[in-house]
């Protein structure tokens, strides 16, 4: 911005220090300045410590008693608010909404929204006015008859007029597409959380199904060599026993290790201490799957329903208000202002001042280049994420359809295993049956009721897929007790 000041000469002098008026005029000047900054608002500091000692005593002790009262309170595109009670142990519901409140993480991501709106507020605000003023004394030279000259100019920049509502409506859309974006984060936490309960769940009925097998297992490599003792049995049945019983050891070992994992994972995402106690709500089996949209109708929904989706919408119009307001800028800045001075000759003049930048080498041309390019590279996101987003859906029902036949399935087949166990298990009362044969039949019962978790529990991971994926909530409601 260029600063706009009458020319003075001196000619002669007849006193080189200011006059008293000519001080009081200066004084008030800068006081009338400090005043107008001063009333038109400021930021005010405050310090603010980073404390260790009390941020990680928040980490350590999280405030359950508003955790509550917020999750009652929740105001989300995607999560319902619910009452969190804790006496019946945590719900896959509850730990996803506890989640979004209390995860460190999403906190620090929620931080973005207060950015952006600061962001908005600014690109609303119009540069303030120059004001200048000075004073010049005769020093030398014939100074007979001078006075102290001064000048005094006030300037403003009117190209901020030009690009404001572009630059307010770019501000605008960025920071709703900040907000869906920060939502769409809370909703991939939230849905990490009830995949984290449904996996401990359905674990832990593996590990009582393999403990279960275990103790048959034992029981059988018992009876296996006793046969051999009496040699009824050879070293190859008893080696095969006793391989069996050590591969469902490892397996239990495995599965053990695996819902710890989930256990530090669902911990992590609850923002609680590794120590705190938590206990899941009984009976939770996974949501149902029968009754979903259909491919076309997930497929429909997705502009609508992918938050990320509509965050990039926003972005893109974002971007488009500020490519446009790189295209005004490139009209050239334009400053006028008033300017009132007196020379050391004693003659006052005062007027007006414009200036304009020729733009022959800038003009603002690469910096709207830059805006179209990177205009075209979020279209282009867009389209791939909106691809991406229905072959996941495509796929993922795909997996559910046969995931619930090999459920099915497994459910026949471990109903025709216990009755099978059934008749053995009388047989041998009445001394029909060999002993070993009831066992075999028992552990191979046993190895499909894990199984069949087994199949309950990649479903409940593909319907947690699907609602990622679909930006929908589909399960109603918690609950239901494992078959």
């Not at 509550?68 to 804790?86: G, S, V, Y």
């Not at 960025?174 to 990490?192: F, K, N, T, Y």
């Not at 050239?332 to 202002?337: F, H």
């Not at 009388?426 to 191979?444: F, S």
């Amino acid at each position: 911005m260029a600063l706009l000041f009458a020319d003075s000469r001196e000619t002669s002098r007849a006193d080189t220090r200011p006059t008293r008026p000519q001080l009081r005029t200066l004084r008030a000047a800068f006081h009338a300045c400090l005043l107008a900054s001063t009333l038109f608002g400021c930021v005010k500091y405050e310090r603010r410590p980073l404390e260790h000692d009390a941020i990680e005593n928040q980490l350590l002790h999280p405030d359950r008693a508003g955790l509550r009262i917020q999750a009652k309170e929740l105001n989300h595109p995607l999560l319902k608010p619910l009452e969190i009670n804790e006496r019946d142990g945590l719900s896959p519901s509850e730990a996803a909404v506890l989640a979004v409140l209390a995860n460190p993480s999403i906190q620090a991501v929620r931080a973005r929204r207060g950015v952006a709106a600061a962001q908005l507020i600014l690109a609303g605000v119009l540069p303030d006015p120059q004001l200048a003023s000075g004073l010049d004394f005769p020093a030398g030279g014939s100074e007979a008859g001078t006075v102290t000259a001064f000048n005094t100019g006030l300037n403003w920049n009117l190209q901020s007029l030009i690009t404001r509502s572009a630059r307010v409506q770019a501000a605008r859309a960025r920071a709703e597409s900040v907000d869906l974006s920060v939502s769409w984060q809370e909703w991939q936490v939230a849905e990490g959380a009830k995949l984290n309960v449904y996996r401990i769940t359905l674990m832990q009925a593996q590990i009582n199904e393999a403990q279960v097998a275990i103790r048959a297992l034992q029981e059988n490599l018992d009876l296996v060599k006793k046969a051999v003792d009496i040699g009824e049995m050879t070293i190859v049945d008893l080696d095969a026993a006793r391989s069996s019983l050590r591969a469902i050891e490892l397996s239990l070992v495995d599965l053990q290790q695996r819902r710890a994992q989930e256990w530090v994972q669902l911990k992590q995402a609850l923002g609680l201490p590794q120590d705190d106690e938590v206990v899941l709500q009984s009976g939770i089996d996974p949501p149902k799957a029968n009754q979903l949209p259909t491919e076309a109708e997930l497929i429909a929904a997705l502009a609508k329903s992918r938050l990320d989706l509509t965050a990039l919408r926003k972005g893109y119009d974002s971007q488009d208000a500020t490519f446009r307001a790189a295209v005004q800028a490139q009209f050239p800045p334009v400053n006028i202002g008033l300017a009132q001075a007196r020379d050391t000759g004693n003659v006052v003049t005062g007027g007006f001042g414009l200036s304009i930048n020729l733009p022959f080498l800038n003009g603002n041309r690469a910096q709207a280049s830059v805006e179209a390019a990177t205009r075209r590279q979020l279209l282009v996101e867009y389209r791939a994420r909106l691809f991406e987003a229905i072959s996941n859906i495509r796929v993922i029902l795909t997996d559910l359809q046969y995931l619930r036949q090999k459920l099915i399935a497994q459910q026949r087949a471990l109903q025709t295993s216990r009755a099978l166990v059934t008749t053995y298990e009388n047989a041998l009362r009445l001394g029909q049956a060999d002993a070993l044969v009831y066992y075999n039949a028992r552990n191979n019962m046993i190895s499909q009721q894990i199984a069949l978790y087994g199949f309950k529990l990649a479903l409940a991971e593909r319907f947690v897929a699907l609602e990622i994926a679909s930006g929908m909530s589909l399960s109603e409601a918690d609950g239901g007790a494992p078959n």
